[in-house]
């Protein structure tokens, strides 16, 4: 075999190796409870399967072994009896010393053929006493006999064919195997199930603090504050009081970048007015319109910036009826452009931080109007979801670029006309704004022949 054919094969294997650890991988349980408590019950189980299967094989076949093999010998011993006493001589008295000896009702039949084998269901093959009583009987006899261990009645009967007669035997079960062997299956299941039940208690107790961490960081990330105080184990407790300082550490991040934007938020607005001060004593001629354009435009792009670096993280969530919020949206939108139309369905109140979300379906909705005639909002509920659908009928974006409108100050020239403003922020705010939410902004065909920009937030 050549090195590459070595290297293919080796590379195969290894790719069936993943295959199957992948496909075992997904047979288990993804959770922290559930693998803890796989991890404690499983080895109990295989334990307590294992204490089973040593103590039927070994206990219980040995003692009902032994107990069969005195059955046979008791048998065996009625069986010479009858052979050396005369047809029918002091049968009673044989039949008195079974009963009160051996505790067996003896009773001497007329001469016939046997019954038939009696089949075997399953579980018979379970019962030790099935599989040992016959073979002691065989090794005790040399005479034809018939067993019946299957019954319900807790008796069992034995026949055997002497040739002058046949001899029946009816007796307890009891006698034969382990009667009390349930006691110990009862006493290993309540076991197994008090130490399962301490087990999910106990697991449920360590698993909850875990739990409240990776919630207070959900709605931390969603700017919904909540006052978090770590508990559980050390370990746990540790990442809690991690989690709490990170928290901190981004707040004042946060105050202190706030502080700052606004500090270069105002500086550049007394500029941007002295400007505008300064062309309103100029004579209006063209040139003077241009630049009070270009003022305008430096304006928007300058609010632009200052909204994507700052962001809406400093405000806090609050209930909200996302049909309502449409529509002053499609109203602000009419005003300032083309007709806008609205077609809200379902529950739409979902807690979320008014104004950022205002913003980003603002966004949304504004570059339908800007590359389009037409724009339809539609709003549902789907699921733990709410879903808003923003369509136009513009020239669209090819799909092979929508992830990349994303990106900060990314313009599509291609596909947007080059004489519109705009700072190529608006999708990227929007998305940003989404997932500080837990939700996402994706792009797609729209049913009016452009594109559609979708949003959804969780309720």
């Not at 304006?299 to 969530?317: I, V």
């Not at 549902?380 to 092979?400: I, L, T, Y």
Request: charged residues 25%.
């Amino acid at each position: 075999m050549t090195a590459i054919g070595a290297r293919a094969s080796l590379g195969y294997g290894r790719g069936l190796w993943r295959r199957g650890a992948r496909a075992v991988a997904d047979l288990f349980p993804k959770g922290l409870y559930a693998r803890s408590l796989l991890i404690v019950i499983l080895p109990m189980v295989l334990l307590q399967t294992g204490v089973a299967y040593l103590f039927m094989q070994r206990h219980w076949d040995l003692v009902t072994h032994r107990l069969s093999n005195a059955v046979a010998r008791d048998v065996g011993a009625v069986v010479d009896l009858y052979r050396g006493l005369p047809l029918g001589a002091d049968d009673h008295r044989l039949r008195e010393i079974a009963s009160e000896r051996f505790r067996m009702s003896v009773d001497l039949m007329p001469p016939g053929p046997l019954p038939p084998r009696l089949p075997r269901r399953f579980f018979d093959w379970l019962d030790p006493l099935t599989r040992a009583l016959p073979k002691e009987l065989s090794n005790q006899l040399k005479y034809p006999i018939w067993v019946d261990t299957v019954g319900k009645s807790g008796l069992m009967e034995i026949r055997v064919d002497l040739g002058f007669g046949v001899v029946r035997f009816i007796t307890k079960r009891s006698l034969g195997y382990d009667a009390n062997v349930h006691v110990f299956i009862f006493w290993m299941l309540g076991a197994s199930l008090v130490l399962t039940a301490v087990a999910i208690l106990f697991l449920r107790n360590q698993i909850r603090p875990i739990l409240r961490l990776a919630n207070a960081a959900e709605d931390f990330g969603k700017g919904r504050f909540h006052e978090f105080q770590p508990r559980g184990a050390r370990e746990v407790r540790q990442a809690g009081y991690a989690f709490v300082e990170m928290k901190r550490r981004i707040e004042r991040a946060n105050e202190q970048r706030t502080a700052m934007l606004s500090g270069v938020s105002h500086d550049l607005k007394t500029i941007l007015t002295r400007f505008r001060l300064s062309l309103a004593m100029l004579e209006t001629t063209p040139e003077a319109q241009d630049l009070e354009k270009d003022v305008d435009e430096m304006q928007g792009m300058l609010e632009g910036y200052l909204a994507f670096a700052r962001g809406d993280s400093a405000e806090a969530a609050a209930p909200t009826d996302l049909a309502e919020l449409l529509e002053e949206l499609r109203a602000a939108a009419e005003r300032h452009g083309g007709p806008v139309g609205l077609s809200a369905k379902g529950d739409l109140n979902v807690k979320v931080r008014p104004l950022a979300i205002k913003r980003c379906l603002a966004n949304l909705v504004g570059n339908a109007q800007r590359y389009s005639r037409r724009a339809e909002i539609s709003a549902s509920r789907e699921g733990r979801f709410v879903v808003v659908h923003v369509d136009d009928d513009g020239p669209g974006v090819p799909a092979e670029r929508r992830d990349d409108v994303f990106r900060p100050f990314f313009r599509l020239d291609e596909a947007r006309n080059q004489d519109q403003s705009g700072s190529g922020l608006g999708l990227s705010i929007a998305r940003d704004i989404a997932r500080s939410h837990g939700g996402e902004v994706w792009l797609g065909d729209s049913p009016l022949g452009g594109l559609r920009a979708s949003l959804r937030v969780p309720v």
